[in-house]
């Protein structure tokens, strides 16, 4: 069974940063991309990032352009989610996900991410 496990989520002030990991059970090459998504109380699921393996494109919901930046790190088999000067409606769980090369498609359990002063 695969298993996507994150990491960093937390408590930060507005105009704070953190950074996200995204840890899979298996090779990160596994997955031809990789993304993180995350779900506000009461709104969908939406698409925050997400980074194609073969080439490293990248892919970013307009509001958090120029804010937020993902990346791999395929020495420690990580997907990494750097979030710079957060705002409340950032506030939300943040769930890895990654599209493998066989097909299915699998999601973390989600990480907490509060911006709050």
């Known amino acids: 069974q695969v298993q996507l496990v994150e990491s960093g989520g937390g408590l930060v002030q507005p105009g704070g940063s953190l950074r996200l990991s995204c840890t899979p059970s298996?090779?990160?090459?596994?997955?031809?991309?990789m993304g993180w998504y995350r779900q506000a109380p009461g709104k969908q699921r939406e698409l925050v990032a997400t980074i194609i393996e073969y080439n490293g494109s990248t892919n970013y919901l307009d509001s958090v352009k120029g804010r937020f930046t993902i990346s791999r790190d395929n020495a420690k088999n990580t997907v990494d989610l750097q979030m710079n000067n957060l705002k409340p409606e950032d506030t939300a769980v943040y769930y890895c996900n990654g599209e493998s090369r066989l097909g299915p498609v699998y999601w973390g359990q989600g990480t907490q991410v509060t911006v709050s002063s």
């Open positions: 298996v090779n990160i090459f596994s997955f031809v991309r």
